[in-house]
Each structure stands twice: as structure tokens, then as C-alpha cells.
């Protein structure tokens, strides 16, 4: 199953017989003083830098958060999306936990967009799922709901299903559903990581769609956060995860998946990860 | 389905759902002049040095190598049994491609060896079946036959049913049948790492035996082999690998190993992998 999404400018698609697909996530203020700084000051300069830079890295997908408590953070994501666009031509990924930023959003994108998030909450369905129906975006999917994050892999797997179902019957088939089955902190639940491992597997399994995770939370309270996310994302690769939102810039990151895209066969004589290396450390040559 | 082996002292099963089992590959004269000049002198103190270093760093299983051209290897095999034995308590993989120092190092082991190895040779499975099963020994045996190593996943996985079928006749069940697909250097095909993900689940699907293989070949020719190797050792450990053969002080392939048990929920709180972490780097508390 394969999910295209485009810009005014490049398509990208996502499937399992394919090159994984990078969505780059720095563009967020959450934890990014500097980031959230120039934003309050409207200032794009910064948004189109990481832009840049991550696309540079690697990203193939870029997300676009510009969640500030106190502005107007509809206002900020329609300046950022064509501020983005100005600087690099690759496909976004709209991202915020407030549906009219996300349709303010939707109204200002050119092409056809990933909506990021939609989750098993009778609420987000309601007034999320319309909205990327009526523009034909694809939404990312998370396995949660109003009683919160399930524990078991059953439970993530019937709202899978759910907001597969959902969609389907708005007009956004299975192949625009990318879901994030969720990856919590292994240091606070030793069985998080498995849980994660055998919901990608699951759901790949019963839907076959393309699926996405944010790996940072997996390692939260642990020492060298970055190997353990990228062995995480290494073994997530495996059990189905086809384009994780991550940070491209982080060489460890970058380099797992690119090496994870030379173990599947899609490196042709090895020169993407070659290539990777050697501009990563070029003073060796 | 779980493999035990055993020294006289300890035991350690192997199986999927285990914390997995590292099997120490130091003791290996192969590209080791200091090991190989050792050993031509029949001096074993390096032997046990290596032995100690391993179990020390998390190997609970250690292959014994000692193949040296023009060398007494049965003799050398006898005495290195012993000095492992003096040094460490735990069991031993015999790892030697003639069957005659196979022969004398089983003679000369107390408890339960893994043998290292067979093949679906056919002059392999005539020497070496017979012996481990007289001996009631576990084998390693490796996907690849009179033909060669194949290039397709279908054939590897004869070989492996092939090698089960036979091993059984003898009384060998299958739980003492550690297969061990093959990785080969994706420089030179960049379907081998591929191929050997889908030999290990296939072989996984198809029988459920325990599987090991070899990570550092996959890696030949590339720059920074020990991440190309630690990436590949993660994907393959969900594809099915339970008893990698590998190095375990090499800290990049040690925190590899650990992080994936971690993300298996075989690591209770993250305490193997902080007090690894710890242990590694203490000066930084």
C-alpha cells in the first residue's frame, strides 16, 4: 500500500517496497527557545533555516508545528507554510492539536498535504477527519482515545481499525490513513518498547498501511538517548515502520536509516550511505 | 522453542522469547597475529585473557577457535577447552572446519557443546551429524551447501529443512539445530542484507528454531563497519535472531545487544542496559 503526497512542486511516496521516507520534525518550539522566540516575533528567518537544513539532512517530509500558547497559531502556520515553501520544495506535514489551526492550514497549502493528528477520540474523528476528506489530504493516525494510550496491542490495533474505517467512509481510503501506533518510555513501562514493536508488526500485518512513530519518547529517562532511539528505529523498520518523524540533522539518526535502507535492498551498491558517510566526515578522504 | 547447552558449570538456554544469548567470538586466531602467536606456542594465557574479557563484557557463550595452519588444531583445540574451562564458567561453542578436532574437542568437553559447525554439505553431514549426535551436542549449521551460499531466500531455506530432517534422524531434535542464514557483504550485493532478513524470518516462520549469524560480513568493504553491523544485529534480532556470534567488547555492538533486549521487555526497569551504560562510562557520575 502506497501513500503519495505532494507539494506544488515534488511528490512523495511512501510504501514497504520503498526507500523510507524521513518527515523532519524540528520545525516545533516545543523544547526550542530560539525557535519559539522568532516565531512570537514572526519572524521566519529560523523556520526556513530548519527547513533548509533538514531537507539537506535528509527529509523528504517536513513537519510544520507552530504551537505557541498566546498567539495566533493559525495565523503562524499559513507564514510558515509559505515561508517553507520559499525555501525548499518538499511535502508537508501539518501539525497541530487544534483543528482550526489545521484547516487554516489546509486552505493555505498547495498540493496535497499530511495532516498530523487525528487520533480514536470521537472528537478528533468528528472534526478532523471531514476537513483532510474536503482537501484529500492524508492524516497520520495515532492509537489513542478518549480512554488515553492502551497498553496492549489489541486495543491499538481495534482503534487502528476504527479510524481506518472512519476514513474510508468519508472518502480518505487506507492508503492515506498513516497510522502511529506510539511508542512510550521504556524506563517507565519495560514493555513499552515491545508493546510498540508488536503493535507496528500487528498493524501492518491486518491493514498493511504505511506507518509512522515518533522514537524520541522511547528513551526518555535513559542514558544516550539518540542509540537508543536509533536501535529502536532500526528494529521499528523491520516490524513495519515505513516514515518515522525524527531529526535528520542527528547523524546517529540518519545514519541508522539509511544503513536500515541499505539492509532492505535499497541502496543501490551501497552509495546513498557512502555518500552519507563521506559528507558526514570528509576531512578522512 | 529453546536450546539448552551447559559446562559442567552453567547453563543457558536460548530462545525467542529470552533475553538473547551472546555467543563471544574472540577466540579466534583468524586476523588476531598476537591470539595466532599465542597459540603456535601453545601458550594459553591470552586464550583465557580473551575468555575472561567476554564473559566480563556479557558473553554467555564462548566460541573456541583455535585453526592455525600447520598447527596440532586438535591438540590446540583439547588444551584451549581446558584454559577457557580454568578461566570461566561458561559453555563453549567448538568451532573448527575439520571434523577430527570437532571429534577430539567433543572427547574432551564436560557437559553439552554447540558445534560450529555443519552445513548442508553433504560430506559435513556425514562427519559431523553423526558425531554431535553421539556426543547429544547442539549444531550450528549454515544455510549453504555443495552448490555454495545461495543468493535466494527459497534455497536457504531448504538447506535449513534439509539440515533439520537429517540432524532429527539421528536423534538430534530440532531444538538443538541453531541455524545460522548467512550475511553476506552488502558492498558486493546490496540484496544480501535483504535476503539474509527474510532467511531469518522465513526460517523463524517456518521451523522456529533458534537462529544465529555472523553481523560483520554484511559490513565488508563499507566505512564505519561497527554501525553498519549494530544496525544490522538490531534489524535482524526481530526478523529472528536469538544468539548472535559476535564481539561483545566492542561497546557499539555490546549497547546494540543490550538496548534491543531492552526493547524486547527483557530488561526490568533498564537496569541492565544503565548499570552496561554505567560500567562503560563511570566517570561520567
Same mark, same amino acid.
Request: aromatic share 4%; proline share 5%.
Given at each position: 500500500?502506497?501513500?503519495?503526497?505532494?507539494?506544488?512542486?515534488?511528490?512523495?511516496?511512501?510504501?514497504?517496497?520503498?526507500?523510507?521516507?524521513?518527515?523532519?520534525?524540528?520545525?516545533?518550539?516545543?523544547?526550542?527557545?530560539?525557535?519559539?522566540?522568532?516565531?512570537?516575533?514572526?519572524?521566519?528567518?529560523?523556520?526556513? #533555516?530548519?527547513?533548509?537544513?533538514?531537507?539537506?539532512?535528509?527529509?523528504?517530509?517536513?513537519?510544520?508545528?507552530?504551537?505557541?500558547?498566546?498567539?495566533?497559531?493559525?495565523?503562524?502556520?499559513?507564514?510558515?507554510?509559505?515561508?517553507?515553501?520559499?525555501?525548499?520544495?518538499?511535502?508537508?506535514?501539518? %501539525?497541530?492539536?487544534?483543528? %482550526?489551526?489545521?484547516?487554516?492550514?489546509?486552505?493555505?497549502?498547495?498540493?496535497?498535504?499530511?495532516?498530523?493528528?487525528?487520533?480514536?477520540?470521537?472528537?478528533?474523528?468528528? #472534526?478532523?477527519?471531514?476537513?483532510?476528506?474536503?482537501?484529500?489530504?492524508?492524516?497520520?493516525?495515532?492509537?489513542?482515545?478518549?480512554?488515553?494510550?492502551?497498553?496492549?496491542?489489541?486495543?491499538?490495533?481495534?482503534?487502528?481499525?476504527?479510524?481506518?474505517?472512519?476514513?474510508?467512509?468519508?472518502?480518505?481510503?487506507?492508503? %492515506?490513513?498513516?497510522?502511529?501506533?506510539?511508542?512510550?518510555?521504556?524506563?517507565?513501562? %519495560?514493555?513499552?518498547?515491545?508493546?510498540?514493536?508488536?503493535?507496528?508488526?500487528?498493524?501492518?500485518?491486518?491493514?498493511?498501511?504505511?506507518?509512522?512513530?515518533?522514537?524520541?519518547?522511547?528513551?526518555?529517562?535513559?542514558?544516550?538517548?539518540?542509540?537508543?532511539?536509533?536501535?529502536?528505529?532500526?528494529?521499528?523498520?523491520?516490524?513495519?515502520?515505513?516514515?518515522?518523524?525524527?531529526?535528520?540533522?542527528?547523524?546517529?539518526?540518519?545514519?541508522?536509516?539509511?544503513?536500515?535502507?541499505?539492509?532492505?535492498?535499497?541502496?543501490?551498491?551501497?552509495?546513498?550511505?557512502?555518500?552519507?558517510?563521506?559528507?558526514?566526515?570528509?576531512? #578522512?578522504?
Amino acid at each position: 500500500m502506497r501513500t503519495k503526497i505532494w507539494s506544488a512542486k515534488q511528490e512523495v511516496e511512501i510504501g514497504r517496497d520503498l526507500p523510507l521516507v524521513i518527515i523532519g520534525e524540528r520545525i516545533n518550539p516545543t523544547g526550542r527557545k530560539r525557535l519559539a522566540a522568532a516565531l512570537e516575533q514572526g519572524d521566519m528567518g529560523l523556520v526556513q #533555516e530548519e527547513a533548509r537544513r533538514q531537507v539537506q539532512a535528509g527529509a523528504r517530509v517536513l513537519d510544520v508545528n507552530v504551537g505557541l500558547s498566546g498567539a495566533d497559531e493559525a495565523g503562524l502556520m499559513v507564514e510558515a507554510i509559505a515561508a517553507v515553501g520559499e525555501a525548499v520544495d518538499v511535502p508537508l506535514c501539518l %501539525d497541530s492539536a487544534r483543528p %482550526d489551526v489545521l484547516a487554516a492550514g489546509l486552505a493555505a497549502y498547495s498540493g496535497k498535504a499530511l495532516v498530523n493528528s487525528v487520533n480514536g477520540e470521537e472528537a478528533k474523528l468528528a #472534526e478532523v477527519l471531514p476537513m483532510a476528506a474536503a482537501h484529500r489530504a492524508a492524516v497520520v493516525a495515532l492509537t489513542m482515545d478518549d480512554r488515553g494510550i492502551p497498553t496492549d496491542v489489541p486495543t491499538r490495533l481495534a482503534i487502528a481499525e476504527k479510524i481506518i474505517n472512519r476514513a474510508d467512509k468519508l472518502g480518505i481510503p487506507p492508503e %492515506d490513513v498513516i497510522i502511529d501506533p506510539l511508542a512510550m518510555s521504556v524506563a517507565a513501562d %519495560d514493555q513499552a518498547g515491545l508493546t510498540a514493536l508488536h503493535a507496528l508488526a500487528a498493524i501492518r500485518h491486518e491493514f498493511g498501511v504505511n506507518q509512522t512513530i515518533g522514537a524520541s519518547n522511547v528513551s526518555f529517562g535513559l542514558p544516550d538517548r539518540r542509540a537508543v532511539n536509533s536501535v529502536f528505529l532500526a528494529m521499528a523498520v523491520v516490524a513495519g515502520l515505513t516514515c518515522p518523524i525524527t531529526d535528520p540533522t542527528v547523524w546517529e539518526i540518519k545514519r541508522t536509516l539509511v544503513i536500515a535502507d541499505l539492509m532492505r535492498g535499497h541502496d543501490e551498491f551501497g552509495m546513498n550511505y557512502i555518500t552519507a558517510y563521506r559528507s558526514q566526515f570528509p576531512e #578522512e578522504d
